[in-house]
Nanobody, 119 residues
């Protein structure tokens, strides 16, 4: 079994910054894709940013140039540096990891961390 635990959320003013972290633990051989997603009340969960095992990154247009994703493979940890935050960034942020254990690959999700940006 694998667990993902996010941290780093909170309340920040417009223009502020936060750094989210997501630690994966458990039966892990390798983590391929890792990503951050977010969900606001009444909206579907949306992709924010992602990173492959060899460091290729992708960003949603709404966060490009403001958010930066990174990972520490030795620590099975995913990060999201969020700068120049806007009220529309307010959401619960979830991390996702595609974990290889033995001969299988499975998608895991964290429980989410709340980010609130006040205007």
């Amino acid at each position: 079994q694998v667990q993902l635990v996010e941290s780093g959320g909170g309340l920040v003013q417009t223009g502020g910054a936060l750094r989210l972290a997501c630690v994966a633990s458990g039966s892990i051989f390798r983590i391929n894709y890792m990503g951050w997603y977010r969900q606001s009340p009444g909206k579907q969960r949306e992709w924010v940013a992602s990173i492959t095992a060899d460091g290729n990154t992708g960003y949603a247009d709404s966060v490009k140039g403001r958010f930066f994703i990174s990972r520490d493979n030795a620590k099975n940890t995913l990060y999201l540096q969020m700068n120049s935050l806007k009220p529309e960034d307010t959401a619960v942020y979830f991390c996702r990891a595609d974990v290889v254990a033995g001969s299988t690959s499975r998608v895991y999700w964290g429980q989410g961390t709340q980010v609130t940006v006040s205007s």
